[in-house]
């Protein structure tokens, strides 16, 4: 989806915060933003998703620009594990085909 | 924990054949979801599936594609007449709930089956 943007690669140093980027500017008021990784060679899996309050979990932080134009996935400590695509998925409920932005390809540098 | 699994993992055919692509979701889920990664690029939504009916396809799945629950545990994809461009890795996912609630639900993916079309 043209509107969702990431940038196309990250890099961090092992155990120093990650902050992923995304801008979903024609998010709507009640539309969901999940972000999912996928690592080397799997499926995606789910990290974390929110609507409009920063939220927290075991695997990551996200923040929700108060606009809601923009998120950032945060990671508190890069592992070398972390290494993987991230894909943030606005969920627009006027189109609802779950489309996923392009992905930030992050690389950890021990 | 629950797991979604998808067979084959690699399946190879002939330009013009048809394929079938099995996925196995999470037992007590009840949307089920295809998606599609040519290498390289992003993941692809294709369509969304529930209660034995497409809930939402993209432009992607044309008349060549079809889903079916065929019984209580598989999940399928079949392309009619399979060209070139097909060739790509394949997720199936579901989710114990749709994913556009008012509380979302997550989906579960499983590892893919990567469709090669010579």
């Known amino acids: 989806d043209a509107k969702t943007t990431q940038p196309n690669s990250m890099e961090s140093n092992e155990e120093e915060p990650v902050h992923l980027p995304c801008n979903h500017s024609?998010?709507?008021?009640?539309?969901?933003i999940h972000w999912y990784r996928q690592l080397p060679s799997q499926g995606p899996e789910y990290v974390i998703h929110g609507l409009t309050s920063n939220v927290n979990n075991r695997m990551a932080s996200l923040a929700i620009a108060e606009d809601r134009k923009s998120s950032t996935l945060i990671l508190h400590r890069a592992t070398l594990r972390d290494a993987a695509v991230y894909y943030c998925?606005?969920?627009?409920?006027?189109?609802?085909?779950?489309?996923f932005g392009t992905g930030t390809r992050l690389t950890i540098i021990p | 924990e629950p797991e979604v699994t998808q067979t084959p993992s690699h399946q190879v055919t002939q330009m013009g054949q048809e394929v079938i692509l099995r996925c196995v979701p999470i037992s007590n889920h009840l949307y089920f979801y295809w998606y599609r990664q040519i290498l390289g690029q992003k993941v692809e939504f294709l369509v969304s599936f529930y209660n034995n009916e497409i809930s939402e396809k993209s432009e992607i799945f044309d008349d060549q594609f079809s889903v079916e629950r065929p019984d209580g545990s598989n999940f399928t994809l079949k392309i009619r007449s399979t060209k070139l461009e097909d060739s790509a890795m394949y997720f199936c996912?579901?989710?114990?709930?749709?994913?556009?609630?008012?509380?979302?639900?997550?989906?579960?993916f499983g590892p893919g089956t990567r469709l090669t079309v010579t």
């Open positions: 996912a579901s989710s114990p709930g749709w994913v556009f609630s008012q509380e979302p639900y997550e989906q579960y």
């Open positions: 024609t998010i709507s008021g009640t539309d969901y």
């Open positions: 998925q606005p969920l627009n409920f006027g189109n609802e085909k779950l489309t």
